[in-house]
Nanobody, 115 residues
Framework: QVQLVESGGGLVQAGGSLRLSCAAS????????MGWYRQAPGQQRELVATITSGGTTNYADSVKGRFTISRDNAKNTVYLSMNNLKPEDTAVYYC?????????WGQGTQVTVSS
């Protein structure tokens, strides 16, 4: 079974930066789509960014220009570099992997941005 493990969350001041990492195991990740989603308390889980096997990226409008998603297939790892963080970015961030007919989720990592 595929396992996704996130790391890199924490507490930062508004305007600061964090880099999240998601290490995947149990499958080959040279193919498929990796992504990041987030969910704040009482809110719906929303897409943050995705990246295809070919390197095509997609971002939510709320993070476009501030966040960058990347992947290292040799390490089976996807990253989310977050800059100019805002309090409204506070949420649990989840790593996501989609391949064939399956979707896999990590356990989530907390990001808190203070004003």
């Amino acid at each position: 079974q595929v396992q996704l493990v996130e790391s890199g969350g924490g507490l930062v001041q508004a305007g600061g930066s964090l880099r999240l990492s998601c290490a995947a195991s149990g499958s080959s990740f040279s193919l498929g789509v990796m992504g990041w989603y987030r969910q704040a308390p009482g809110q719906q889980r929303e897409l943050v960014a995705t990246i295809t096997s070919g390197g095509t990226t997609n971002y939510a409008d709320s993070v476009k220009g501030r966040f960058t998603i990347s992947r290292d297939n040799a390490k089976n790892t996807v990253y989310l570099s977050m800059n100019n963080l805002k309090p409204e970015d506070t949420a649990v961030y989840y790593c996501n992997y989609k391949v064939y007919a399956s979707t896999y989720w990590g356990q989530g990592t907390q990001v808190t941005v203070s004003s």
